[in-house]
């Protein structure tokens, strides 16, 4: 699988056309599975494949070809904070206020916080940090109206 990091993805006229190559690469990878496949539903999964890298791999490419005229964000905001740390930022207030509220959000919401928060991370990771989820709002549920799920 190719892992582009969304901090990565379109900052550069580089990286987009690295990332062009790499969808074609895939796309001609699977075009050849096509070509060997017996089994007519796989060659249907094959081809669907490459058709998939291809569009990435095209819409990559004008990307990098309109990347000059293209409108960016700037990297930093007039503060010297990156967006990255200024998004972190934002969600950590988020989160703060979230969890100020708890006890009055109902409890079904409660629980699909919970759920949507505890598969934020790796899919393998997810038990572990639903533990810490868990064991965090249980350690505050008595901290100026914050309960556990």
């Not at 759920?115 to 991370?121: F, K, L, T, V």
Request: hydrophobic share 35%; with cysteine; aromatic share 6%.
């Amino acid at each position: 699988m190719i892992k582009i990091d969304r901090r990565e993805r379109g900052l550069t006229q580089k990286s987009l056309h690295v990332h062009h190559k790499q969808y074609r690469a895939k796309a001609v990878e699977n075009g050849e599975l096509v070509k060997t496949s017996i089994d007519p539903n796989q060659r249907r999964d094959f081809q669907k494949i490459e058709q998939s890298f291809t569009v990435l791999a095209d819409n990559e490419q004008w990307l990098a070809n309109n990347y000059q005229n293209s409108l960016r964000a700037s990297e930093q905001d007039p503060n010297g904070a990156t967006l990255a740390e200024e998004e972190e930022h934002i969600l950590r207030c988020l989160g703060a206020a979230l969890i100020m509220q708890w006890n009055t959000l109902p409890t079904k919401l409660q629980r699909e916080l919970f759920d949507n928060a505890g598969s934020m991370g790796e899919l393998l990771d997810t038990p572990a940090l639903r533990g810490q989820i868990a064991r965090f709002l249980h350690r505050h549920k008595d901290d100026d109206g914050t309960a556990a799920t």
